[in-house]
């Protein structure tokens, strides 16, 4: 079966050198924008791509509000800040992420709060939330959600949409809205994946964004926080130094972030996202083919949650066994077909593993068993 992967893999791409699980592609206007900045000397954090990518951002994604950032984690600690969480305060998240969406919850002084993922959507889990927080939780006197063994407050919850595959948003956006915490998204990896026809990232008060040199857009480096208008108001203002407008006093009314995203990295982003669809498209077609190639196999697919169209940025597959998995990462590497088991559950690092945590059988199961397969949007002869 691996040496069939190999082969397919090599088919795609159409070579037979070294193949990354994801390399960006750049077939737009992406040269003539970035020189425009060069030209006009607009490169850092003034420009007008920066605005423009902002209002596309918004536009695609049906935000109110859309401010970018240098990256994805700074977008976190963004939203997180705007959803007031502070020192002391807990953040439910899933054990089965990138390490960023903990290390923005730890850079607000809070902890995170492991609750297992849902085997289908591979993202929290939203029936495992509600009977965690039934157990562990109550609302106080001042409707704010408590831990019932030391009453920290639980300020916020923070699911992530693997690989693009979005979460079962409904019962999220229920179970948040019962217990009063704020829902903030990490759609680090889903920009242009849909629930039920909306965008990811735009259900809870905050969502995030990231256009990191592995994602299916990139600026270089670079986030977006998408929010509502008062909260975008908000977010532009505590990114750019919390500077009062004006001609040429320095006046900043708080403690605030160069988070700014240059205007050159904004340029690649607009040329990007004029290609969105585009890649969108190669990517289902290349989900499409690796599902037809698994079919039979006892190595299974990834396939998009019910209701939902994921943009399959990576794509994902299933092994029966750890030695299984072993085995397919040993084989594909070795022939130059780059492939990558899941991430370490957060709770096996060593600065997350006193943090609270539920059962964690899903996520424990799916960390031995998953690897992630050449992704990179197909070569224009292979569609
Ligand atoms: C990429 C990513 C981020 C943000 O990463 P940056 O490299 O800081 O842009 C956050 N969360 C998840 C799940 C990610 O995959």
């Not at 850079?107 to 562990?136: N, Q, S």
């Not at 909306?198 to 994602?215: D, E, P, V």
């Not at 190595?299 to 990576?314: A, D, G, T």
């Given at each position: 079966?691996?040496d069939?992967?190999?082969?397919?893999?090599?088919e795609?791409?159409?070579t037979?050198?070294?193949?990354p699980?994801?390399?960006?592609?750049?077939?737009?206007?992406e040269?003539?924008?970035?020189?425009e900045?060069?030209?006009?000397?607009?490169?850092?954090?003034?420009?007008?791509?920066?605005?423009?990518?902002?209002h596309?951002?918004?536009?695609?994604?049906?935000?109110?509000?859309?401010?970018a950032?240098?990256?994805?984690?700074?977008?976190l600690?963004?939203?997180?800040?705007?959803a007031?969480?502070?020192r002391g305060?807990?953040?439910?998240t899933?054990?089965?992420?990138?390490?960023?969406?903990?290390?923005?919850v730890?850079?607000?002084?809070?902890?995170?709060?492991?609750?297992?993922?849902?085997?289908?959507t591979?993202?929290?889990?939203?029936?495992?939330?509600?009977?965690?927080?039934?157990?562990?939780?109550?609302?106080?006197?001042?409707?704010?959600?408590?831990?019932?063994?030391?009453g920290?407050?639980?300020?916020?919850?923070?699911?992530?949409?693997?690989?693009?595959h979005?979460v079962?948003?409904?019962?999220?956006?229920?179970?948040?809205?019962?217990?009063?915490?704020?829902?903030?998204?990490?759609?680090?990896?889903?920009?242009?994946?849909l629930?039920?026809?909306?965008?990811?990232?735009?259900f809870?008060?905050l969502?995030?964004?990231?256009?990191?040199?592995n994602?299916?857009?990139?600026t270089?480096?670079?986030?977006?926080?998408?929010s509502?208008?008062?909260?975008?108001?908000?977010?532009?203002?505590i990114?750019?130094?919390?500077?009062?407008?004006?001609?040429?006093?320095?006046?900043?009314d708080?403690i605030?972030?160069?988070?700014?995203?240059?205007?050159?990295?904004?340029?690649?982003?607009?040329?990007?996202?004029?290609?969105?669809?585009?890649?969108?498209?190669a990517?289902?077609?290349?989900?499409?083919?690796?599902r037809?190639?698994?079919?039979?196999?006892?190595?299974?697919?990834?396939?998009?949650?019910?209701?939902?169209?994921?943009?399959?940025?990576?794509?994902?597959?299933?092994?029966?066994?750890?030695?299984?998995?072993?085995?397919?990462?040993?084989?594909t590497?070795e022939?130059?077909?780059?492939?990558?088991?899941?991430?370490?559950?957060?709770?096996?690092?060593?600065?997350?593993?006193?943090c609270?945590?539920?059962?964690?059988s899903?996520?424990?199961?799916?960390?031995?068993?998953?690897?992630?397969?050449?992704?990179?949007?197909?070569?224009?002869?292979?569609?």
């Amino acid at each position: 079966m691996f040496d069939a992967i190999i082969k397919f893999v090599r088919e795609q791409y159409a070579t037979n050198d070294f193949v990354p699980l994801h390399a960006p592609v750049f077939r737009g206007r992406e040269q003539e924008y970035v020189t425009e900045t060069i030209t006009s000397t607009f490169v850092s954090s003034v420009g007008t791509f920066v605005d423009q990518f902002e209002h596309d951002v918004a536009a695609y994604t049906g935000s109110a509000r859309a401010t970018a950032t240098v990256n994805g984690t700074a977008a976190l600690h963004t939203a997180l800040m705007l959803a007031e969480v502070g020192r002391g305060d807990l953040v439910i998240t899933q054990p089965l992420t990138f390490v960023a969406t903990c290390n923005a919850v730890a850079y607000c002084g809070a902890e995170p709060v492991f609750i297992d993922v849902d085997r289908a959507t591979l993202g929290l889990c939203p029936h495992a939330l509600a009977k965690w927080l039934e157990t562990h939780a109550f609302v106080g006197d001042d409707a704010l959600c408590h831990r019932k063994s030391d009453g920290r407050i639980i300020r916020a919850c923070l699911p992530m949409h693997t690989f693009g595959h979005p979460v079962a948003l409904d019962e999220m956006v229920a179970v948040c809205a019962l217990w009063n915490i704020a829902l903030i998204e990490d759609a680090a990896e889903s920009l242009g994946s849909l629930y039920k026809g909306r965008h990811t990232g735009t259900f809870g008060k905050l969502g995030t964004l990231s256009f990191n040199g592995n994602k299916i857009i990139t600026t270089g480096g670079g986030g977006m926080v998408l929010s509502g208008e008062a909260l975008g108001s908000r977010a532009k203002h505590i990114t750019t130094t919390a500077k009062r407008p004006h001609p040429y006093e320095f006046d900043h009314d708080e403690i605030g972030f160069n988070y700014r995203l240059p205007n050159i990295n904004a340029a690649l982003g607009c040329a990007q996202l004029e290609q969105l669809d585009k890649f969108i498209c190669a990517k289902r077609e290349l989900a499409s083919r690796y599902r037809e190639l698994l079919r039979s196999s006892q190595i299974r697919f990834v396939e998009e949650p019910e209701n939902c169209r994921s943009n399959y940025w990576l794509n994902a597959v299933i092994c029966e066994t750890k030695a299984q998995r072993d085995a397919m990462l040993k084989a594909t590497n070795e022939a130059g077909v780059m492939t990558r088991p899941i991430w370490r559950l957060m709770t096996g690092l060593s600065h997350y593993s006193n943090c609270q945590r539920g059962d964690l059988s899903n996520a424990q199961w799916l960390e031995e068993r998953i690897v992630n397969v050449p992704s990179s949007v197909l070569p224009e002869g292979s569609l």
